[in-house]
């Protein structure tokens, strides 16, 4: 059985740093991308980024690149999204989601999520 269970989102004050846990069970990360999206109050879900399976590759939307970095540790079947220099905007419900498959980029659904974790960035 599938399953993701994210972990470390919390209250952070501006400019400071969070680093989001997607633990993966049921399944190899080596054979299933990782991807990582947000949720804001009142606003569409969006994209962060992902990591590709099998060459563990990433991928972010641009806005984000630079600031989000994500990486996994394969012997602990886990992803993990850091954040860096948080802004008000970034508080949002975080998520991580799999989808099995191989190749470049990011695909464009994912079957599997997680049920998220709570980001606030405020002062």
């Known amino acids: 059985q599938v399953q993701l269970v994210e972990s470390g989102g919390g209250l952070v004050q501006p400019g400071g740093s969070l680093r989001l846990s997607c633990a993966a069970s049921?399944?190899?990360?080596?054979?299933?991308?990782i991807g990582w999206f947000r949720q804001a109050p009142g606003k569409a879900r969006e994209e962060v980024g992902c990591i590709s399976s099998s060459d563990g590759i990433t991928y972010y939307e641009d806005s984000r690149e630079g600031r989000f970095t994500i990486s996994r540790e394969n012997a602990k079947n886990t992803v993990y999204l850091q954040m860096n220099s948080l802004k008000p905007e970034d508080t949002a419900v975080y998520h991580c989601?799999?989808?099995?498959?191989?190749?470049?980029?990011?695909?464009?659904?994912?079957?599997?999520w997680g049920q998220g974790t709570q980001v606030t960035v405020s002062s």
């Open positions: 989601a799999a989808q099995h498959g191989y190749g470049l980029g990011c695909p464009e659904g994912y079957n599997y």
């Open positions: 049921g399944f190899s990360l080596d054979a299933y991308y």
